[in-house]
């Protein structure tokens, strides 16, 4: 990613128009000056803000709160600011949370009143695709008790489902595996998925699983249920 910027300093002059504004937000603990020194720290909502199709680095800001008016105000405040051209901005991007995509009072819909414009809006759907899986697991399985442990019999096979010997099982073939490209840029997880996908279309496993550890059964992001139920399956 190219960055625009070396510092905190304002946005060079030949950068102005935006057409497409992506965002995300994260809490990360901040340090606390008082009297010249860093004393204690606190937990602070920052948003990343990306220029695409340049995929450049704007700058972030530190909203008041979460809630999306306190969002909305402070990346808007930041173009401002910035000398960013709002009447070019032609795309917004963000995940799927509610907060950024409620029909009414999201984050996309607030800049669109506010800039009295209606704006593409660009989701990542990997938040719509996780909740589908988790509202499957939840029917098959039951809820989680919290956020390391399982209730229902499925959840409790998936603990050492890695450490169990590989069973003869059928193939199903999947043909688009053969036509994927850029592998190498594959994050971890999705990795794992695709090897998974493959030994399950292949009807083969590679012995190299056993040595694999699948990492923790529940998380915040709560994925390594599904891709567990995929490994056990």
Not at 158 to 182: A, F, G, M
Not at 211 to 225: A, F, K, N
């Amino acid at each position: 990613m190219r960055k625009l910027r070396s510092g905190p300093s304002r946005l060079t002059e030949e950068v102005k128009r935006v057409r497409g504004l992506y965002f995300e937000g994260r809490k990360d603990r901040t340090l606390l000056q008082k009297k010249g020194m860093f004393t204690n720290t606190m937990e602070e909502e920052h948003i990343c803000l990306v220029e695409e199709p340049e995929t450049t680095y704007l700058g972030h800001v530190a909203p008041a709160s979460g809630a999306a008016e306190d969002i909305t105000s402070s990346i808007l405040k930041f173009c401002d600011e910035e000398n960013v051209e709002k009447s070019e901005l032609e795309v917004l991007g963000c995940d799927g949370a509610p907060v950024n995509t409620g029909r009414k009072e999201g984050i996309m819909r607030r800049i669109e009143k506010k800039l009295n414009k209606p704006l593409q809006h660009v989701v990542c759907m990997m938040h719509f695709n996780e909740l589908s899986l988790r509202h499957l697991m939840r029917h098959l399985d039951g809820r989680t008790k919290d956020l390391k442990t399982t209730s229902g019999p499925i959840g409790w096979a998936l603990i050492d489902c890695e450490k169990r010997r590989v069973t003869c099982y059928r193939s199903i073939p999947v043909e688009w595996i053969h036509q994927l490209k850029d592998i190498d840029d594959l994050s971890t997880d999705q990795q794992y998925l695709l090897d998974i996908s493959r030994a399950v279309s292949e009807g083969t496993c590679s012995p190299l699983w056993l040595v694999r550890s699948l990492g923790p059964l529940c998380s915040p992001g709560g994925s390594q249920p599904q891709v567990g139920f995929c490994d056990i399956t």
